[in-house]
């Protein structure tokens, strides 16, 4: 009877490896869930020696045309969707899955992509499993990616689990586009209206304050701080000034920026971060139903690939993108690992939706938890729909009343002076 040696994950969530007598892997696979273990990696073990080490071998093939092949940038979203829809075609018809990724190597145009699957190549011709050979470029292929992988090799399923892989990072990213999309109008009028209210505070209240200070006006407190506010911005405000103002204003955005993902590098700063902005009205509820779409689709994908539920809540929470989530996901993890419940921590972490934490709990007492958590993305999706067009309703009369603030006040600084001379002009005609 053929040994394999295996890879497998306890009931605690430790790695435990060994060997174990079965008549084929799949008998391998089930004697092992059996004993309580959900195995990762399954091989046998060639003429009763050792097994083949899951790594290149040292010496490389050449590659064709011994040229350079430099590459920049990632891989865009689109080119891994399509790779991965091709390559579960390919393994459908049943080619070699050597031969198909050659195929889509050679059809790929120079770039990123084609120097990883040549790489790729390379290790599965030298002995590397799939799953294995794209863990080794986690730019272009996440953890996610590479344990649904696996989980597909061990499962003899890879062309169903990498037709549900495309289907994920669609759906994932028709999300993200939908939000971004929404945004550019608002980003583009704020930016334009910015650019505008400084054009003017930078070349017209100058002239304004020629003329005022021509007719000798007593100029109001409201125009005082306009005139210094133009000062400012010119960079002539006081003789210590060395940068002007319209430099900090260009500069603002990128500062903000920086000094934000400064602050999400460090675990307290982004702990805050992502708690504040859950607690900001309508965006704050836009945020926590994206990221319930985004943690539910990611988990049920997951199991329904076969990837074990430990694992997978692991791999969940490091791509859930909010440390309130990581934080309750941990806590689902801990309890799976004692022996309790999903739905328990998850309620009393109160992150989400009374309605959602109802359906992980029917997931669980009925199997079907990665039919539930799919069902409950594909709402989420919908309502982040509303969310988003619930948000555009409120920012554009938010806009309206901020922008027309701003130029009602530039206004009235300039137009208080303008009485006050034509009061004086009046006054003069009058005394003679």
């Known amino acids: 009877m053929p040994t394999y040696a295996y890879e497998a994950m306890n009931a605690s969530g430790k790695t435990q490896k060994g060997t174990i007598d079965a008549t084929s892997s799949d008998d391998a696979i089930m004697k092992l869930r059996s004993d309580g273990l959900y195995p990762t990696t399954v091989r046998e073990q060639k003429g009763g020696g050792a097994a083949k080490p899951n790594v290149a071998p040292d010496k490389k093939k050449k590659k064709k045309g011994g040229g350079l092949n430099l590459s920049f940038g990632g891989v865009p979203l689109k080119r891994r969707v399509l790779f991965t829809r091709q390559l579960s075609t390919l393994q459908d018809a049943g080619l070699p899955l050597l031969r198909s990724l050659q195929i889509l190597e050679s059809q790929q145009k120079p770039g990123k992509l084609k120097t990883i699957l040549e790489t790729v190549c390379e290790d599965v011709e030298g002995g590397n499993t799939l799953s294995d050979a794209f863990a080794r470029h986690p730019k272009a292929f996440d953890r996610l990616y590479t344990k649904m992988v696996k989980a597909g090799e061990i499962g003899g399923v890879l062309d169903v689990i990498l037709q549900r892989l495309a289907d994920f990072m669609e759906k994932g990213q028709r999300l993200r586009s939908r939000i971004k999309g929404a945004l550019i109008y608002p980003t583009v009028v704020i930016l334009i209206a910015v650019a505008i209210v400084t054009g003017i505070m930078y070349f017209v209240i100058p002239k304004f304050q020629e003329i005022f200070n021509d007719f000798n006006v007593k100029l109001p407190a409201l125009t005082l701080w306009l005139v210094s506010a133009s000062k400012w911005i010119a960079g002539s405000a006081s003789p210590d000034q060395r940068v002007p103002g319209v430099i900090w204003i260009m500069a603002a955005p990128f500062i903000i920026f920086f000094l934000l993902k400064v602050i999400r590098k460090t675990g307290y700063g982004r702990a805050a971060f992502d708690w504040i902005i859950l607690k900001i009205p309508v965006i704050g509820n836009l945020v926590q139903k994206t990221t319930v779409a985004r943690f539910t689709r990611t988990l049920g994908t997951l199991v329904a690939a076969g990837v074990p539920i430990l694992e997978a809540i692991t791999i969940t929470k490091e791509t859930s993108g909010n440390w309130v989530f990581e934080k309750a996901l941990g806590s689902v993890h801990d309890s799976i690992k004692e022996g ?78 303008l009485v006050s001379m034509i009061e004086s002009v009046s006054g003069q005609k009058g005394g003679k």
């Open 340 to 417: 309790e419940t999903f739905a328990g921590p998850l309620r009393k972490a109160k992150v989400c939706d009374a309605i959602v934490v109802n359906m992980i709990d029917v997931g669980e007492e009925t199997g079907d938890l990665d039919v539930m958590l799919m069902k409950i993305a594909d709402n989420y999706d919908e309502e982040v729909d509303v969310a988003v067009a619930s948000l555009l309703s409120l920012l554009e009369p938010f806009m309206v009343v901020i922008l027309g603030g701003i130029v009602g006040t530039i206004v009235l600084a300039l137009f208080l002076p």
